[in-house]
């Protein structure tokens, strides 16, 4: 007998009974469009799937946001928090995130109004250690209104002329963060939680760190230590310096008032969460994590996918849809990730590196050896890729080249069906066990 679990625990098991000659078809996300994998019922373990796929609001996007924003959690109305405040500062995500700006902003700018017509509103991109965000990626977001009206600063982390020393982190690394953050009379910040692979949840605290933070202060926060932590896992906040710093850099420089909302497949708002930056996502990643969260059931093969566009715009980012693979992947075993990567590798360094060791084993050696001090660009990425590769053969579905994709130690086919193939004779195995894993970055992985 053989089921597919859902998030959310055994009694959402569905019991495929004896129905020993049936196909079944799964659907994986891929660019703007899906790709389908046909996997035989014997063989199937699982299809691990977040039950926040499932949840579907009938409140329009913008009274959800709006909502949150009367009833904010830990804290009084941002309305409130700008009265007497002159320089007021939202700090928004960039492109390489789902954020619906286009709907939080006009609120959240309106809220500000509201309780100061005569403040200073400058809003300001958190781009972290990303390209720079660009005037047409601008007007996509926020619409032609707010980018014709509205201050808007993208953040350069290797600007020293507008970051400022704010002193040490917990850690030890020396916290830079954007002049104009550390000067707001308010300090304000929208975004988006989903699990993440590291960092345990996005939003909340990491608006300022790395959002909005000098590139030696991402390093550091980054570095090859924290990253190996045992707890530098998704879903995990607690216990790790990673964490530890974020709310630190975000205390230090007065993080006053979240709106951080989580969206369906669709893109669409199905919760909002604010208020007190830490009490306001807490909320937000209790509930990601109720809805989110799924045992691994453990196979030779695992396939998933980056979520589609934009998360699976390049390889760099398919690192994180390898993780959930990771979590329930047999040791030895294949993951396939079916990820359109239209912007190629996605990172220099992280491309690079495979031309100066070419060996994962060789790559971690390298980068564990190094101190908090001494991090390199990707290097993070590049830690956790090579983590995987040393466990598991991966196999990438990708309209990237397949010169590129065996650069960086992988193995590429040009659809889930030939990946499958290659798999089960990689494994010599025609029979292997497979786990689906549709979208790995909006699901939480535990182990059994």
Not at 17 to 31: A, E, T
Not at 170 to 188: H, K, M, Q
Request: hydrophobic share 40%; with cysteine.
């Amino acid at each position: 007998m053989s089921f597919r679990f859902l998030a959310g625990g055994p009694e959402n098991c569905l019991d495929t009974g004896k129905r020993r000659s049936l196909i079944i078809r799964i659907p994986v996300p891929y660019g703007n469009a899906f790709l389908s994998v046909e996997i035989p019922d014997p063989r199937l373990k699982a299809v691990l799937t977040s039950d926040l796929h499932e949840l579907k609001s009938e409140t329009p996007e913008r009274e959800i946001v709006r909502n949150s924003l009367e009833n904010p959690i830990n804290s009084a109305p941002l309305r409130e928090l700008a009265r007497g405040k002159k320089n007021v500062v939202i700090i928004s995500s960039d492109h390489t995130r789902l954020v619906p700006s286009s709907i939080i902003l006009p609120l959240l700018l309106g809220e500000v109004r509201n309780g100061n017509p005569d403040a200073e509103i400058t809003i300001l991109v958190a781009t972290g250690g990303h390209r720079e965000t660009t005037a047409e990626e601008l007007l996509k977001r926020y619409g032609p209104e707010i980018v014709k009206n509205e201050r808007i600063v993208v953040h350069d982390s290797h600007d020293d002329g507008n970051l400022v020393r704010l002193g040490k982190l917990p850690s030890g690394g020396d916290l830079i963060l954007n002049r104009i953050v550390a000067e707001a009379d308010l300090l304000a910040a929208e975004g988006f939680i989903e699990p993440h692979f590291f960092a345990g949840y996005s939003g909340g605290r990491k608006s300022v760190l790395p959002g909005t933070a000098g590139y030696r202060t991402v390093m550091a926060n980054h570095c090859a230590e924290f990253i190996a932590h045992e707890r530098a896992r998704t879903g995990v906040l607690e216990g790790k310096p990673i964490h530890g710093d974020m709310v630190y850099a975000a205390r230090k420089v007065g993080l006053a008032f979240i709106c951080n909302v989580v969206i369906d497949p669709e893109k669409h708002i199905v919760a909002a969460f604010s208020g007190d930056m830490e009490k306001a996502h807490e909320a937000g990643c209790s509930f990601v994590g109720k809805y989110g969260k799924v045992r691994a059931v453990p196979s030779d093969i695992v396939v998933t996918g980056n979520g589609g566009y934009p998360l699976d715009q390049n390889l760099y980012q398919a690192v994180k849809s390898m993780t959930a693979g990771e979590a329930t992947c047999k040791k030895g075993g294949v993951i396939i990730v079916a990820a359109e990567c239209s912007d190629g590798h996605g990172g220099e360094a992280f491309y690079r590196t495979f031309e100066k060791i070419t060996t994962p084993r060789g790559i971690m050696d390298m980068i564990t050896a190094r101190g908090r001090d001494q991090t390199e660009p990707d290097q993070w990425q590049i830690q956790i890729f090579a983590r995987i590769l040393i466990d598991f053969t991966v196999i990438m579905v990708t309209s990237a080249s397949r010169e590129m994709v065996e650069h960086l130690n992988m193995k590429w086919a040009p659809s889930l069906e030939a990946a499958l193939t290659m798999a089960e004779s990689l494994l010599d195995d025609p029979e292997a066990s497979v786990t689906v894993v549709p979208d790995g970055v909006s699901v939480i992985v535990e182990a059994v």
